[in-house]
């Protein structure tokens, strides 16, 4: 079982949610690579209570300084979080997040240790117009420039389908993984693709099985325990 499922909880849950939904996810079975992104302020508990990864949702690209409100990637290893999601189009698009940001997100992993979920994908009007692949394309060689990584994850995310109840086709996705994976070869870098948009327990074992998507990234069914459920403890 080798497929990774990252559960991106997003700004949701309450500090009295949280050790419930540590039990509730402590009990999916562990033989699923599965790798919890909490909001920040919840790492460490996770980090004490929970049997699966950790991942956080975002962080800064200095050591540290005066970056009020803000956590670093050192910050974040020292905590012992292995992985954190680079470049999710929320924070693309609400934060005004850049390409030549995230490269800096992606340098700053390399110097930490940390593997980066990076997400890319297109909008709905860049899908429309057939520019998909010339976005993504950007979006990966701008975030690896000039960066000595070594690994990474690439979540293929299309803004479209994000929280929309919607997914691209399976022939859809399947592009779309051959051209991130002939990409990625170009790069003497271990990688993985995942796909993230809508997954819940009714597409996931079609999204698993197509050639070269190695994995999934939940949102809006991270915080179902009944989805968890369905998918993990069958
Ligand atoms: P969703 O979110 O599963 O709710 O569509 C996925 C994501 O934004 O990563």
């Given at each position: 079982?080798?497929?990774?499922?990252?559960?991106?909880?997003?700004?949701?849950?309450?500090?009295?949610?949280?050790d419930n939904y540590i039990n509730e996810t402590n009990k999916l079975n562990n033989d699923y690579n599965i790798i919890i992104a909490?909001?920040?302020?919840y790492l460490q508990q996770f980090i004490n209570k929970s049997i699966h990864k950790v991942c956080?949702?975002?962080a800064y690209h200095p050591n540290s300084g005066a970056y009020?409100?803000?956590?670093?990637?050192?910050?974040?290893?020292?905590?012992?979080?292995?992985y954190c999601i680079i470049g999710h189009s929320e924070r693309r698009n609400i934060f005004n997040e850049t390409d030549?940001?995230?490269n800096k997100k992606i340098s700053s992993c390399v110097n930490n240790n940390i593997i980066p979920i990076l997400c890319v994908g297109e909008s709905k009007e860049e899908r429309e117009n057939n520019n998909q692949n010339e976005k993504i394309k950007k979006q990966i060689q701008e975030a690896l420039n000039n960066n000595q990584i070594q690994e990474i994850i690439i979540a293929y995310e299309p803004i479209w389908s994000i929280?929309?109840?919607i997914t691209p086709t399976k022939e859809e996705i399947q592009d779309i993984a051959n051209y991130i994976y002939d990409i990625l070869n170009q790069y003497n870098?271990?990688?993985?693709?995942?796909?993230?948009g809508s997954v819940d327990n009714n597409n996931i074992n079609d999204i698993l099985n197509i050639?070269?998507?190695?994995?999934?990234?939940?949102?809006?069914?991270?915080?179902?325990?009944?989805v968890l459920n369905q998918i993990f403890n069958k």
């Open positions: 079982m080798d497929k990774i499922y990252i559960l991106n909880n997003k700004m949701n849950l309450l500090s009295d949610d949280i909490p909001s920040s302020i956080s949702q975002n009020t409100g803000e956590i670093s990637f050192s910050q974040l290893k020292s905590l012992g979080v292995n030549d940001i995230i929280g929309r109840g870098i271990k990688f993985k693709i995942l796909y993230g050639t070269n998507i190695s994995g999934v990234l939940m949102g809006g069914s991270s915080l179902k325990t009944e």
